[in-house]
């Protein structure tokens, strides 16, 4: 069964920094891309950043680029981002989720999700 | 900012039919990308309910299908049930963001 479990989410001063966790389970990890995506309080869906298998290309949202960075290590199926000058607006549920696509696929998709981690900006 | 469109809610008895639509533009759906659907229940993390514009995943009812043309999708639900009651949101790949996008979100209504 495909688990994944995040934690690291809390209160945090705007400009402070945050490093949240992805424990993966149930699947070889190191085949899958792998995403986070947020939702803020009463909001819809973000795609924050996501990551390839090696790690070798990472992509981000423009409002989190300089700011957060996604990586992972494949020996411990995790995956991690280190939030820094985190701002109000960055308060959400973060959901780890794993990248799908088929041999058609013209558009990656999102097929299995954690529970998610709150974040809160606030002073 | 969503560059996917979905109406706020939609609502319908327990046994019809409702639709959601999703539209985008020329550099997303329009461009030929794919689009899926997710349900969330209340407080819960988002399920894949549809992929490539109209496949079911394993487990997922047949009363739920999607459609795409030109720029636009929509999610059908026949046979509408009281455990509908979600919020749906669409997501393809824009390329001008050179990222993926979401819509904007749709309540489902179960009277």
């Known amino acids: 069964e495909v688990q994944l479990v995040e934690s690291g989410g809390g209160l945090v001063q705007p400009g402070g920094s945050l490093r949240l966790s992805c424990a993966a389970s149930g699947f070889t990890f190191s085949s899958y891309w792998m995403s986070w995506v947020r939702q803020a309080p009463g909001k819809g869906l973000e795609w924050v950043a996501n990551i390839k298998q090696d790690g070798s290309e990472k992509y981000y949202v423009d409002s989190v680029k300089g700011r957060f960075t996604i990586s992972r290590d494949n020996a411990k199926n995790s995956l991690y981002l280190q939030m820094s000058s985190l701002r109000a607006e960055d308060t959400a549920v973060y959901f780890c989720a794993r990248v799908a696509a088929t041999a058609t696929t013209f558009a990656p998709f999102f097929d299995y999700w954690g529970q998610g981690t709150l974040v809160t900006v606030s002073s | 900012q969503s560059v996917l469109t979905q109406p706020p809610s939609v609502s319908g008895a327990p046994g019809q039919r409702v639709t959601i639509s999703c539209t985008g533009s020329?550099?997303?759906?329009?461009?030929?990308?794919?689009v899926h659907w997710y349900q969330q229940l209340p407080g819960t993390a988002p399920k894949l309910l549809i992929y490539?514009?109209?496949n079911r995943p394993s487990g997922v009812p047949d009363r739920f299908s999607g459609s795409k043309s030109g720029t636009s999708a929509s999610l059908a639900i026949t046979g509408l049930q009281a455990e509908d009651e979600a919020d749906y949101y669409c997501?393809?790949?824009?390329?001008?963001?050179?990222?993926?996008?979401f819509g904007t979100g749709t309540k489902v209504t179960v009277l």
């Open positions: 997501q393809s790949y824009d390329s001008s963001l050179s990222g993926y996008v």
């Open positions: 020329s550099s997303n759906i329009g461009a030929g990308y794919d």
């Open positions: 490539d514009n109209n």
